[in-house]
């Protein structure tokens, strides 16, 4: 079981562009799980952790409903927003400046092959990370993601998540809201949920907050849970 796991921060990158290099590394890992079955010298998977931010996005997963953006062509040129129907499960979803979107790309037969407790332990890592602010976080049931006051009328989810797994390796994550600009959740009915708010660390504490600062705390978090061996890898040139 290789728990080595890469670490990569991606910067602002266009939705478009990061999910072709999404979809190269997570058939890199495929490509190699299928080598190993047929191979007696078989080499470890590699895993990776991608951090990244993306312009403008909305985003809407295989089980979601298109009539949950609520804005047309023109209205999305209007907000210099971008809009993708995309492989992962979920709804619809925002992405842009200001919001921490992870992409772990792990081979679960390296670590656990439980989806569902893939989901709670990213879900943790967030709780952990938001604790470390003094905001107190959980999970609200039936829902995946993070929310505060889940457990009354003024619930809001600040982290949402979508995943898609194949052979055990996954791909998309979570979208953790640091200094988002909420106002662009209002153009969509957010993971068709239509009666509960959505916040930020910003929102919450009152002012705008170091995001490389969250970034390290949330993949120390993600790596103690895990049992991961981070290696971090330098931003291109």
Same mark, same amino acid.
């Given at each position: 079981?290789?728990?080595?796991?890469?670490?990569?921060?991606?910067?602002?990158?266009?939705?478009?562009?990061?999910?072709?290099?999404?979809?190269?590394?997570?058939?890199?890992? /495929?490509?190699? &799980?299928?080598?190993?079955?047929?191979?007696?010298?078989?080499?470890?998977?590699?895993?990776?952790? /991608?951090?990244?931010?993306?312009?403008? /996005?909305?985003?809407?997963?295989?089980?979601?409903?298109?009539?949950?953006?609520?804005?047309?062509?023109?209205?999305?040129?209007?907000?210099?927003?971008?809009?993708?129907?995309?492989?992962?499960?979920?709804?619809?979803?925002?992405?842009?400046?200001?919001?921490?979107?992870?992409?772990?790309i792990l081979d679960l037969d390296n670590f656990f092959t439980d989806i569902h407790r893939y989901l709670r !332990?990213?879900?943790?890592? /967030?709780?952990?990370?938001?604790?470390?602010?003094?905001?107190?976080?959980?999970?609200?049931?039936?829902?995946?993601?993070?929310?505060?006051?889940?457990?009354?009328?003024?619930?809001?989810?600040?982290?949402?998540?979508?995943?898609?797994?194949?052979?055990?390796?996954?791909?998309?994550?979570?979208?953790?809201?640091?200094? !988002?600009?909420?106002?662009?959740?209002?153009?969509?009915?957010?993971?068709?949920?239509?009666? &509960?708010?959505?916040?930020?660390?910003?929102?919450?504490?009152?002012?705008?907050?170091?995001?490389?600062?969250?970034?390290?705390?949330?993949? !120390?978090?993600?790596?103690?849970?895990?049992?991961?061996?981070?290696?971090?890898?330098?931003?291109?040139?």
């Amino acid at each position: 079981m290789n728990k080595k796991v890469i670490f990569e921060d991606w910067g602002l990158v266009d939705y478009q562009e990061a999910w072709d290099r999404q979809e190269t590394l997570f058939a890199e890992v /495929v490509k190699q &799980k299928s080598a190993n079955r047929s191979d007696s010298a078989a080499q470890s998977t590699q895993n990776y952790l /991608v951090f990244t931010e993306h312009p403008h /996005v909305y985003t809407l997963g295989k089980s979601g409903k298109p009539e949950n953006l609520l804005l047309d062509e023109h209205g999305l040129n209007r907000k210099q927003a971008s809009f993708y129907k995309i492989n992962r499960g979920g709804d619809i979803t925002y992405h842009g400046p200001g919001q921490i979107v992870g992409y772990p790309i792990l081979d679960l037969d390296n670590f656990f092959t439980d989806i569902h407790r893939y989901l709670r !332990t990213l879900e943790e890592a /967030v709780i952990r990370t938001l604790a470390d602010y003094g905001i107190a976080a959980g999970r609200y049931p039936g829902y995946t993601g993070v929310w505060l006051d889940a457990d009354n009328a003024r619930a809001r989810k600040i982290c949402a998540m979508g995943v898609r797994a194949s052979r055990w390796v996954t791909m998309h994550g979570f979208a953790f809201n640091v200094n !988002t600009d909420l106002t662009y959740f209002g153009n969509i009915v957010p993971c068709g949920i239509d009666d &509960k708010d959505v916040t930020s660390m910003q929102r919450e504490l009152g002012t705008p907050q170091n995001i490389d600062a969250v970034k390290q705390r949330l993949k !120390t978090h993600i790596a103690d849970l895990f049992g991961m061996e981070l290696l971090d890898k330098p931003p291109a040139a």
